[in-house]
């Protein structure tokens, strides 16, 4: 019994968490490009446009859904929700941390381990092209199904090179597991260079992370939704919630790819640097936030920041006096460290993620497909064979 | 509880298999086929085999299926109509003789199988990715590297065939 509240509690948590996360990612990429492209993005509704995803929420939720007459209704209804629960399911398998014990409970950062963790977060990411592919089809549009089509056919191409770069720091590890795949990565060479997969798997990595931009429709491989040929591709034809839960889908997409990417390649929760000093960069990052924040406040450039950014800096010193604080109480330094670290390196990856979109051009279709079976799957196997040589070579 | 899970997804397969004779379009059938290969997954996974169960989503429901999926969009088939006209007596009389069928038909295999235990979920544990390699490239290496080979004739073939001149 105990075992199934714990649970429901953590799926609660993980759940309320990703989905906050989700919807502020969307923020974060708007406010990313707008900056980018020296704009400011939004900026109304709340300070620095903090209320805008509550505002979005609101605004697809009360929308009319239309449900155009010449669709087929049932896989029409069906896709958006194919979308999102494929793409929201691959959550229960990423480890955030390690073994914690609170009080009397002993429990995983992570809702469940599969032992062919792995292997599950390729068979859902495959089964996710459903959605775009039917919704594109059953939209019964020909920019809807010029999308789904070519939505089926980039995710066909770019699972190869995915599944063959996945498969290289699995030979090195010899595990199928995330958790064994980040314990395998613990400790350091010549006592200061982590030893994560990503240093002997550059090539792996680099390759998992262009096709993870395909499986995702992202930028630069944003052809299923290229809206200056397709209209808006496959969810053309899609309003409301449903078009929100495409939109979310994608968002959940890109959580998972660059979870998957920071547990296979680098290192998971495991800090870059050993562990007394590991423990204060953290603070570090957070006072030097906060400072810089306050330092805007005082001298502010628009009216609104003498209000908002020294509360932002204060925040930001609360968090670095809670990481001050967990030095001294161990449970709380592993939850914390784990997290930062976790997340730091999520964030970095989602950062490359909206940098790419915000500042290159789109492929064109046949450049996509030579691209991936010329270029990335040779690259992808080539790297696996040396791989798999080295590792025939050097085990007993 | 793993009888209660077994009885819905196989239940759910075979639902599945019979959508898929009875629907008349192409899209709705590579769904229900969809459906039976998720279904099949999870039986395997109930029996031990959870290596075989994640290739079996990975290859066949979502690799294998999304082609067939492409292609049926790509030819825009619409809903087939049913040609064959069929009297209701027939259709009543067909539903019991079909049903006498199969009866007969488990029968005969029931009687001719030799006795055995019954299988127990979770008694199975050579199914992880580990026991599956050894197997296949220690007792079964022969017809692992010969199938391999008729893989890439057929590959070779199909683009011969696809493409007249190369």
């Given at each position: ?396 | ?8 997804f196989a239940g759910f397969a075979v639902f599945c298999a019979i959508n898929l004779v009875a629907q008349t379009h192409p899209i709705a059938s590579a769904l229900s086929l969809i459906g039976v290969m998720g279904s099949l997954a999870i039986l395997y996974l109930q029996l031990g085999g959870e290596f075989i169960a994640a290739a079996q989503v990975i290859v066949y429901a979502g690799a294998i299926m999304v082609l067939f999926v492409f292609v049926i969009m790509l030819l825009n088939a619409g809903a087939e109509g049913t040609s064959l006209q069929v009297s209701n007596f027939a259709k009543y009389l067909g539903i019991f003789l079909l049903a006498a069928f199969l009866g007969l038909i488990s029968f005969i295999i029931q009687s001719m199988l030799p ?52």
């Open positions: 019994m105990d075992f199934i509240v714990l649970s429901l509690i953590k799926a609660a948590l993980v759940a309320f968490i990703l989905l906050t996360a989700l919807a502020y990612l969307q923020w974060i990429e708007r406010k990313v490009i707008a900056h980018i492209q020296l704009r400011v993005g939004p900026y109304r509704v709340g300070p620095h446009g903090l209320l805008q995803p509550l505002a979005d929420v609101v605004k697809l939720i009360t929308k009319e859904g239309v449900i155009p007459s010449h669709v087929n209704k049932l896989f029409y209804l069906m896709a958006p929700w194919m979308a999102v629960v494929l793409a929201l399911i691959s959550i229960a398998v990423i480890p955030f941390g390690p073994q914690i014990t609170v009080g009397p409970i002993t429990t995983w950062m992570q809702l469940t381990d599969l032992r062919i963790g792995i292997l599950f977060v390729l068979a859902v990411s495959s089964i996710g092209v459903y959605g775009v592919a039917l919704g594109g089809w059953a939209s019964n549009n020909k920019y809807s199904l010029l999308g789904g089509l070519r939505s089926s056919a980039q995710m066909i191409s770019y699972e190869l090179p995915l599944a063959l770069a996945v498969a290289a720091p699995l030979l090195l590890a010899n595990t199928l597991s995330f958790r064994d795949m980040v314990n395998y990565q613990a400790g350091y060479w010549l006592g200061f260079i982590p030893h994560w997969n990503v240093l002997p798997q550059i090539i792996g990595f680099v390759v998992f992370l262009i096709a993870g931009f395909a499986e995702t429709n992202r930028v630069p491989f944003d052809l299923p939704e290229a809206e200056n040929e397709l209209v808006a591709g496959f969810h053309t034809e899609y309003s409301s919630m449903k078009f929100a839960a495409f939109f979310m889908a994608e968002y959940a997409n890109m959580v998972t790819v660059t979870a998957v990417a920071t547990l296979l390649f680098l290192g998971g929760w495991l800090p870059p640097f050993p562990e007394p000093y590991s423990d204060f960069v953290p603070i570090i990052v957070f006072v030097v936030g906060g400072l810089i924040a306050i330092y805007h406040g005082l001298n502010p450039a628009r009216r609104m920041d003498k209000y908002t950014l020294p509360v932002t800096g204060l925040v930001f010193l609360a968090i670095a006096a809670l990481f001050g604080l967990s030095l001294f109480v161990p449970v709380l330094k592993t939850i914390l460290m784990a997290l930062f670290w976790f997340c730091a390196k999520v964030g970095i990856l989602l950062f490359i993620f909206i940098w790419v979109r915000a500042t290159s051009p789109r492929f064109r279709y046949d450049q996509l497909m030579r691209f991936a079976w010329t270029f990335m799957f040779p690259l992808a196997m080539l790297n696996l064979l040396v791989t798999g040589l080295v590792v025939a070579l050097t085990s007993k | 509880m793993t009888a209660l899970i077994f009885f819905i006795k055995t235990e019954g299988v127990v979920f979770g008694a199975f544990q050579g199914g992880t990715a580990l026991g599956i390699g050894r197997k296949l490239f220690t007792q079964y290496l022969l017809p692992f590297e010969v199938t391999s080979v008729l893989i890439l004739i057929a590959i070779v073939g199909a683009i011969v065939l696809a493409r007249k001149e190369i």
